[in-house]
């Protein structure tokens, strides 16, 4: 191991660390946060809904603007910018005196955490380690799903013993931001000085010094399209699990232990995949991941049958829970491989924009799809398709150090 790969681990998890925190406040404490705040507004469950909808809608709106800053700026300042936000509005929501700011409050938010952990951070775990990327996105993806399972377990414990109103502990998780956060960004918050060996290539291409526009290339918007199919079952699946369960006759806390168990094959899956990537490209280990996702889909329409049906649940969650969103972790590996660092953060931004916005109508479609035919069968029959025909594109993907060159729109 060089020195260089050394701080570059170093620094990989120190924005683990981060993304621990600001992951594990966002999207996961609002399901412990939101209840009480919505009996303190007085408002309708379809109001307090709409809330998280606002950070969502504001993370998305964010991750393209956020590749544009970190190409023209630089990635420390929009980390910063994104920590500011994020603690500003942490403190709005706590504030907060209706429904409509508290809304508000999240929209800022949505804006400060994709400007935390979208395309900066991911530049600079791809740019520090170029020959582990797959790992360290892992590391990245497992350092959430750690602060998303303790995070909302330590404010439901001081929620359940009084010692923490939900205001409360809003305002401790803008504190942790603006006290923890600062420092470990004026560590790890920057990229090599120099090129690492492993990236000195002869290929100029590969670095984004020469050839075509990566923006312009059929090879990105291939990858943009794979990723949005991957992302939009993902989400398709995931809100719905435990009420398929519930409809089919498992119990709601079987159900439950059920999805729980989802979380713990995700950590295994992200590191697994993470080293599988390294060793065998990015590409052949995101096919391999949409093959276990279609049979951990199909599946789970297997739960239903009185012979197995807990063992093909438990096979839903070992092939389906490893894989979830590896199009995420892995796609900014395939983005480095084919369009080296050439605009980087703003087709990491354009990407992520394009297939938050697939994921988004995941859990619309399955709803719709529920209400007209009384079930969620075709809708997850629908997922298998969607997922297969995202592993028949990633066939068709070449990624490498030449591609750029390659595959230019004229």
Same mark, same amino acid.
């Given at each position: 191991m060089t020195a260089t790969e050394r701080l570059g681990w170093f620094i990989t998890a120190?924005?683990?660390?981060?993304?621990?925190?600001? !992951?594990?406040? !966002?999207? !996961?404490?609002?399901?412990?946060? #939101?209840?009480?705040?919505?009996?303190?507004? +007085?408002?309708?469950?379809?109001?307090?809904?709409?809330?998280?909808?606002?950070?969502?809608?504001?993370?998305?709106?964010?991750?393209?603007?956020?590749?544009?800053?970190?190409? +023209?700026?630089?990635? +420390?300042?929009?980390?910063?910018?994104?920590?500011?936000?994020?603690?500003?509005?942490?403190?709005? &929501?706590?504030?907060?005196? $209706?429904?409509?700011?508290?809304?508000?409050?999240?929209?800022?938010?949505?804006?400060?955490d994709a400007a935390l952990l979208s395309a900066p951070l991911i530049l600079i775990v791809t740019r520090w380690l170029p020959r582990h990327r797959g790992l360290a996105m892992g590391i990245i993806m497992s350092s959430s799903a750690v602060g998303s399972a303790v995070l909302p377990s330590v404010i439901a414990y001081l929620g359940s013993h009084h010692m923490a109103d939900w205001r409360m502990s809003m305002r401790g998780l803008a504190a942790i931001i603006a006290i923890v956060v600062p420092p470990i960004l004026l560590l790890a918050a920057r990229l090599p000085q120099t090129r690492t060996p492993e990236a000195s290539v002869s290929d100029d291409a590969q670095i984004g010094v020469s050839g075509p526009d990566p923006l312009?290339?059929?090879?990105?918007?291939? %990858?943009?399209?794979?990723?949005?199919?991957?992302?939009?079952?993902?989400?398709?699946?995931?809100?719905?699990?435990?009420?398929?369960?519930?409809?089919?006759?498992?119990?709601?806390?079987?159900?439950? $232990?059920?999805?729980?168990?989802?979380?713990? !094959?995700?950590?295994?899956?992200?590191?697994? *995949?993470?080293?599988?990537?390294?060793?065998?490209?990015?590409?052949? &280990?995101? #096919?391999?991941?949409?093959?276990?996702?279609?049979?951990?889909?199909?599946? %789970?329409?297997?739960?239903?049958?009185?012979?197995?049906? +807990? /063992?093909?649940?438990?096979? *839903?969650?070992?092939?389906?829970? /490893?894989?979830?969103?590896? $199009?995420?972790? %892995?796609?900014?590996?395939?983005?480095?491989?084919?369009?080296?660092?050439r605009r980087f953060g703003l087709l990491m931004g354009i990407s992520l924009f394009v297939s938050s916005g697939a994921a988004a109508l995941g859990p619309v479609t399955t709803g719709l799809i529920r209400d007209t035919t009384g079930h969620y069968g075709t809708a997850l029959a629908i997922c298998v398709v969607v997922i297969s025909v995202a592993a028949l594109l990633t066939v068709f993907l070449r990624s490498g150090k030449t591609l750029t060159r390659a595959l230019a729109i004229q």
């Open positions: 120190g924005l683990g660390v981060v993304t621990c925190l600001v !992951a594990g406040g !966002a999207i !996961a404490t609002m399901g412990i946060l #939101l209840t009480p705040a919505v009996e303190t507004f +007085r408002c309708t469950s379809a109001q307090g809904s709409s809330a998280v909808s606002w950070l969502l809608i504001g993370g998305t709106m964010m991750y393209p603007l956020a590749g544009w800053l970190v190409d +023209r700026i630089g990635v +420390r300042p929009v980390m910063f910018l994104g920590a500011g936000l994020a603690a500003i509005a942490y403190a709005l &929501a706590a504030s907060s005196d $209706s429904i409509q700011m508290f809304s508000a409050a999240l929209f800022l938010l949505g804006f400060g312009m290339t059929v090879e990105f918007w291939l %990858l943009v399209a794979i990723q949005s199919l991957g992302s939009f079952s993902y989400m398709a699946t995931y809100v719905y699990v435990v009420p398929y369960l519930v409809q089919v006759g498992y119990t709601s806390q079987w159900a439950a $232990s059920i999805f729980s168990g989802i979380g713990i !094959a995700a950590f295994a899956g992200y590191l697994l *995949f993470g080293l599988l990537a390294d060793k065998v490209g990015a590409k052949n &280990a995101l #096919l391999l991941g949409f093959l276990l996702a279609a049979a951990g889909t199909a599946l %789970l329409l297997l739960v239903a049958v009185p012979a197995g049906g +807990r /063992m093909a649940a438990i096979g *839903f969650v070992i092939l389906w829970g /490893m894989t979830i969103n590896l $199009s995420f972790q %892995l796609g900014p590996v395939l983005i480095a491989d084919i369009a080296g660092f």
